[in-house]
């Protein structure tokens, strides 16, 4: 360990210590290379207790957004095989005569498209095939465009998008587009059972998206009662979620969405992240711009394409990164923030809900990480 980092190490150790989250994988890059990495804790903590490792793989739950359907999303539009500012549903049909069919592949990445933050479409669709459909009948609030309002119907819309340009499925063009060409070995969708025991264990059960859904009474606004009882539902897992998407929508997907579904460790979001700075391997430089402009003025939440900008008030990036720098979040713990100037990537990996939810300040967390980072960082360049 380089001292420089210690108390990175020592911060992450109290944080285990104190239940936020069971083990920890970081990695902290500068000018395209690691300058630290490490793993703490568990990796699983029931039925048995496994020791979290550099090679253990996380479940990045909404990561996926930006570095599966974003990138991929960018990297079609030079192609030439879409237009940002054209309208979603010049590709999605089911989207016509709608309300939703003058939203553009522009609104759906910077969250401003209005459509509502979420909605368990297992319980609307008999498959994977049907979710554009539903979303088609969710709720849409036109009034509050161009102000972001982070929903993850607009990410499941835009891996439709990719897959019906592309004539294959979002986990088959990542890999041809994305995993291949960076030689990743630890990324893909829907992990095979024989990964298991490298893997990150998340929540025991469905307790918390149950409880929202009963919560948001969503079973009783279905338009067919009948439809619950068809539908192979998240809801219904009892067991360790263990290997496979933590999130509901995702799981009903095939553990294929553009929402979430990707799994990867800390090393391989670097190399990904790094593709969204000058010097990408995939993205031509003045694509790149897309990433620090926000394209939402105005409100609360500054959004580029793809990521949220540190100039977002109160946002996990913390005080030490620069109001152009970049990032997300993934609800099972995970984070990447980017300083696009310095070639900067911070990448911190949990599995903060396992083995179940609980609200333990995990903002504050990633907001400490990455100061500690920034200092480490500045105190080398000494």
């Known amino acids: 360990m380089n001292q420089s980092f210690a108390k990175i190490h020592a911060f992450l150790k109290s944080e285990i210590a104190r239940g936020t989250f069971p083990g920890a994988q970081f990695v902290i890059g500068e000018r395209g290379k690691i300058i630290e990495d490490a793993a703490l804790g568990f990796a699983v903590l ?16 909404s990561l996926t957004k930006p570095l599966v359907t974003t990138l991929l999303t960018v990297k079609f539009s030079e192609r030439g ?37 979420w909605r368990p479409l297992y319980l609307e669709a008999r498959s994977r095939n049907d979710v554009v459909a539903a979303i088609s009948h969710a709720a849409r609030d036109t009034k509050s465009a161009p102000v972001a309002v982070y929903s993850d119907l607009n990410f499941i819309l835009l891996g439709f998008v990719l897959e019906r340009v592309a004539g294959a499925r979002l986990d088959v063009i990542a890999h041809r587009e994305i ?50 009882e068809k539908s192979p539902q998240p809801l219904k897992r009892k067991q360790l979620i263990w290997g496979e998407a933590h999130d509901g929508n995702a799981y009903f997907m095939d553990g294929v969405a553009g929402h979430a579904g990707l799994f990867s460790t800390a090393r391989e979001v670097w190399v990904i992240a790094n593709q969204f700075l000058p010097g990408s391997q995939l993205l031509k430089s003045e694509s790149l711009k897309y990433f620090s402009t926000n394209y939402s003025p105005g409100g609360s939440n500054d959004r580029s394409l793809g990521w949220m900008l ?34 900067r990537v911070f990448v911190l990996l949990t599995n903060r809900v396992h083995p179940q ?24 360049a000494q």
């Open 310 to 343: 540190a100039s977002t008030s109160d946002c996990s990036a913390g005080k030490r990164l620069p109001p152009e720098a970049f990032g997300h979040n993934g609800f099972t713990g995970t984070s990447v923030w980017l300083d696009g100037e310095r070639k």
């Open 357 to 380: 939810v609980r609200d333990l300040g995990m903002k504050q967390a990633r907001q400490q990480f990455n100061s500690l980072a920034v200092e480490a960082l500045e105190r080398m």
């Open 179 to 228: 995993f291949e060409p960076l030689n990743l070995r630890r990324t893909r969708f829907h992990p095979p059972p024989e990964l298991k025991s490298q893997i990150a264990a998340t929540e025991l059960g469905q307790m918390h998206e149950r409880a929202t859904v009963k919560a948001e009474k969503f079973l009783c606004r279905l338009p067919d009662k009948t439809l619950i």
């Open 46 to 61: 029931t039925p048995e207790r496994i020791a979290a490792t550099t090679e253990t793989i996380y479940d990045l739950a």
């Open 81 to 117: 095989l879409l237009d940002l500012h054209a309208e979603a549903s010049r590709y999605l049909e089911e989207l016509l005569g709608t309300d939703k069919q003058a939203m553009t592949l522009q609104e759906l990445l910077t969250h401003t498209s209005g459509l509502e933050k």
